[in-house]
C-alpha cells in the first residue's frame, strides 16, 4: 500500500448510488466524468454502435451492444466504458460480469487512465478485447487477450475480425467512423 493510500478515503458502490452526476469508481478512487463527452466522441461512438449493432444482429441473438452502462467488478470498482459488447444477457440494472468487448475513445481528460488504469483493469477482468479510439490522430488500437495479457492485434481496422463466445465470428470496418456515409 502506498503512503498516498494508507491516508485516502476509499469509496465504495453504495456512495458512488448517491454521487450526482456521472462518475467511475476504481478501487475505491473516485473519478469524474463530466463534462459530458464533447460532440466528436459522442458522434464516434454512435458510429461504433451502429457498426457493432448491425454486425451483431446479423449472426448472435445472444450478444448486444451498450453504450456508457455501469459495469460493477466489485463493491469497490464501478466504471463506465464508452461501449460494451456482451454475450449474455443483462439481469440487472447494470452489467454485473464481463463483457466480450470493450471500446474506450480517447479524450485529453481521459487518456492516461484509459491507457493504464482501465487497461490493465480490463486485462485483469478477463475482456477478450479492447479497443482504444484515439479521435485526435484517427487510431484505432485492436487489443485481444491471449494467455492473459493483451496483444495488440495486426488486423487493420478496415477488415477486423472478432471470435466472441459461442464462436461467432463476424468482420467490420472500423474505419468507417471517421468517414460514415450519410443518406
Request: glycine share 4%.
Amino acid at each position: 500500500m502506498s503512503i498516498a493510500d494508507k491516508y485516502r478515503p476509499q469509496y465504495k458502490y453504495e456512495d458512488y448510488l448517491v454521487w450526482e452526476g456521472r462518475w467511475e469508481l476504481i478501487d475505491g478512487m473516485p473519478y469524474a466524468m463530466s463534462p459530458a463527452p464533447a460532440a466528436d466522441h459522442q458522434k464516434i461512438n454512435g458510429r461504433l454502435w451502429s457498426i457493432f449493432e448491425n454486425a451483431l444482429q446479423a449472426g448472435c441473438d445472444k450478444c448486444e451492444a451498450y453504450l456508457p452502462i455501469d459495469w460493477k467488478i466489485n463493491e469497490n470498482t464501478v466504471i463506465q466504458p464508452d461501449l460494451v459488447i456482451v454475450c449474455s444477457k443483462l439481469k440487472k440494472k447494470y452489467l454485473d460480469f464481463t463483457p466480450s468487448v470493450t471500446i474506450e475513445i480517447l479524450s485529453p481528460s481521459t487518456a492516461l487512465k484509459d491507457r493504464h488504469e482501465k487497461f490493465e483493469l480490463y486485462e485483469q477482468e478477463g475482456v477478450q478485447y479492447y479497443i482504444i479510439v484515439d479521435p485526435q490522430f484517427k487510431k484505432i488500437e485492436i487489443y485481444q487477450l491471449k494467455k492473459g495479457k493483451y496483444q495488440l492485434t495486426n488486423i487493420p481496422s478496415a477488415n477486423a475480425e472478432f471470435t466472441l463466445k459461442g464462436g461467432y465470428q463476424f468482420s467490420i470496418n472500423l474505419d468507417s467512423i471517421w468517414n460514415p456515409v450519410r443518406k
